[in-house]
T-cell receptor, first 116, second 113 residues
Framework: GAVVSQHPSRVICKSGTSVKIECRSL??????MFWYRQFPKQSLMLMAT?????????EQGVEKDKFLINHASLTLSTLTVTSAHPEDSSFYIC????????????FGQGTRLTVV | RKEVEQDPGPFNVPEGATVAFNCTYS??????FFWYRQDCRKEPKLLMS???SGNEDGRFTAQLNRASQYISLLIRDSKLSDSATYLC??????????????FGKGTHLIIQP
């Protein structure tokens, strides 16, 4: 299947700093990627849709100025958590689909962010 | 009512046993259905799609009941490696998020030796 690579897999940062997470589709072009957040024992929650060459679309309740998304190319999307706080500690996962909504979503390995 | 609902478990099952769990969805217009597997601290991976006619892949059988709005996953001859969280994923189409997918919280399965 298609491969989506996410980096870093784990990061610990101090409160107030910013963290950038990269998501790459390695063997297909993804015009659209998705960013999720998963808290312990909770379901994956969509944060935003990353569109190549345009602004991201954020879900209700997600602060666009806090979670900066850049989709610079067909294979790379980045999520920057700005001025991170302990409550931002979570598992962040990106996904991409090679086809339409009924096709398999391929997920990155996830990034476990811990803000201390 | 939650859009996609699963029994969180955990289901503690002896190795070799058969286990089944369901997932209910609230939107009758849901278009497609998937079971994903998620290991602890790992990303979800597609286990199988769920078709109207049901489908089987080795020890795994998935079924869809549109009338009652649920999908099921049956695992036969369970292995220790089957221990994971099983996510029910529903494509709600226009009623869902931008990605069209809604995830259940997952059912935690523990296979015991």
């Amino acid at each position: 299947g298609a491969v989506v690579s996410q980096h870093p897999s784990r990061v610990i940062c101090k409160s107030g700093t910013s963290v950038k997470i990269e998501c790459r589709s390695l063997d297909f072009q993804a015009t659209t990627m998705f960013w999720y957040r998963q808290f312990p024992k909770q379901s994956l929650m969509l944060m935003a849709t990353s569109n190549e060459g345009s602004k991201a679309t954020y879900e209700q309740g997600v602060e666009k100025d806090k979670f900066l998304i850049n989709h610079a190319s067909l294979t790379l999307s980045t999520l920057t958590v700005t001025s991170a706080h302990p409550e931002d500690s979570s598992f962040y996962i990106c996904s991409a689909r090679a086809g339409g909504a009924n096709t398999e979503a391929f997920f990155g390995q996830g990034t476990r962010l811990t803000v201390v | 009512r939650k859009e996609v609902e699963q029994d969180p478990g955990p289901f503690n099952v002896p190795e070799g046993a058969t286990v089944a769990f369901n997932c209910t969805y609230s939107n009758s217009a849901s278009q497609s259905f998937f079971w994903y597997r998620q290991d602890c601290r790992k990303e979800p991976k597609l286990l199988m799609s769920v078709y109207s006619s049901g489908n089987e892949d080795g020890r795994f059988t998935a079924q869809l009941n549109r009338a009652s709005q649920y999908i099921s996953l049956l695992i036969r001859d369970s292995k220790l490696s089957d221990s994971a969280t099983y996510l029910c994923v529903v494509n709600l189409g226009s009623g869902g998020g931008a990605d069209g997918l809604t995830f259940g919280k997952g059912t935690h399965l523990i296979i015991q030796p």
